[in-house]
């Protein structure tokens, strides 16, 4: 089933999508059709600033150096991070998505627990993307899918499965196992405790960059397997809706101009993190255009594959202007999200890439 963001360009969860001033702004601009929320837990995540950072450079310098103080250079266009998830407890970003909803609509009032003062028109869904174990990414779902329905607001989930900054938690997303026990607690949940009925939110993932077939043929099997076991149960649809590739890319270093040292700190102490922006844009058109194919074309003569079609693909990495944007759709993504070109230019950016595909 397609997204139908109108129009099919959002941002993607990142730094610049924390806080509820962030949000609002990305709520209220015209030239988005949807908003993603930064990464929570059910829980909240730990951060802290002297570990947890990022930086905008230009790839083309190959290091940093302080932008603020230096007029003349180039725009950035790439960044890295060595950033965990929101330190904002999902809850919180739900009352916030709440708020802004009633305050753009000039209806300034707290959460009722009824529906006494009536729906109120919502201008573009909200994404809330969201991680954790598998039993924890399930409960967080649950809270998230009895919230919208309690309060009447458009909202899908997308669970993280690409992080490339978690000490000792490598991506789920490379691992068949570590995929499978998601989607089963997600179909546990989905099939047997709501029994099917309304109000299970379209749920996406998010996967980091793949360079290898193998990677593909991983997902490709994974995601082939949970449709056999919803078609056995009678669902017509994959318990994915949409997959957000990608993620950064980890393993990466910057380093200072001045000093030679990584120019960000870590948990690991190294500075490595994940890669993300123009120098990350072949790497991502690759992935959507390998992972469209795949799931486009039917591996055998039952309706299963065919159903794995219904999934739509969201394409993030190094989209910055019109034909950046118009390069994403060309190989498959349904919808386009913004990330480093967001943090490096502001909701400017969204503008110039509508305009620049309208003419």
């Known amino acids: 089933m397609p997204l139908n963001f109108d129009p099919p360009l959002l941002n993607s969860a990142n730094p610049w999508a924390s806080t509820k001033e962030d949000l609002q702004a990305l709520y209220d601009c015209s030239f988005t059709g949807a908003v993603t929320v930064r990464t929570s837990l059910l829980r909240g995540f730990q951060e802290s600033p002297n570990i947890h950072q990022h930086v905008l450079f230009d790839i083309n310098d190959g290091c940093t150096h302080p932008r603020d103080s230096n007029e003349g250079l180039k725009p950035a266009t790439t960044s890295l991070n060595t950033l965990g998830y929101s330190p904002i407890k999902t809850s919180i970003y739900l009352q916030w998505i709440y708020e802004i909803i009633h305050s753009s609509n000039s209806a300034q009032q707290e959460p009722a627990t009824s529906h006494t003062n009536g729906p109120v028109k919502q201008k573009k869904p909200f994404i809330i993307s969201i991680i954790g174990a598998p039993d924890e990414v399930v409960e967080n779902y649950t809270y998230i ?16 499965l690409s992080c490339p900054n978690i000490q000792g938690q490598p991506p789920p997303a490379y691992d068949g196992k570590a995929l499978s026990r998601y989607f089963e607690g997600l179909e546990n949940y989905v099939d047997v405790t709501r029994q099917g009925r309304a109000g299970a939110l379209r749920l996406g993932i998010k996967i980091p960059p793949y360079t290898h077939q193998s990677q593909f043929d991983t997902l490709g099997n994974t995601l082939y397997d949970s449709a056999r076991r919803r078609q056995d149960k009678h669902h017509d649809r994959p318990i994915v809706s949409f997959i957000t590739a990608t993620n950064t890319l980890g393993g990466c270093l910057i380093l200072d101009q001045d000093t030679d040292h990584p120019a960000l700190s870590s948990s690991s102490g190294t500075g490595i993190g994940g890669l993300a922006g123009a120098a990350l844009h072949p790497i991502a058109l690759g992935t959507v255009k390998t992972l469209r194919d795949m799931l486009d074309i039917p591996r055998d003569m039952l309706d299963t594959d065919h159903k794995l079609l219904q999934i ?3 394409g993030v990495g190094g ?7 118009r390069r994403m759709r060309s190989v498959g993504a349904g919808a386009v999200a913004v990330g480093t070109a967001l943090g490096a230019r502001g909701l400017n950016v969204f503008e110039e890439i509508a305009k620049g595909v309208a003419n």
């Open 319 to 325: 989209v910055s202007d019109s034909a950046s944007y």
């Open 145 to 160: 899918c009895n919230w919208a329905e309690a309060y009447d607001v458009q909202l899908l989930v997308e669970i993280n």
């Open 312 to 314: 739509d693909i969201i």
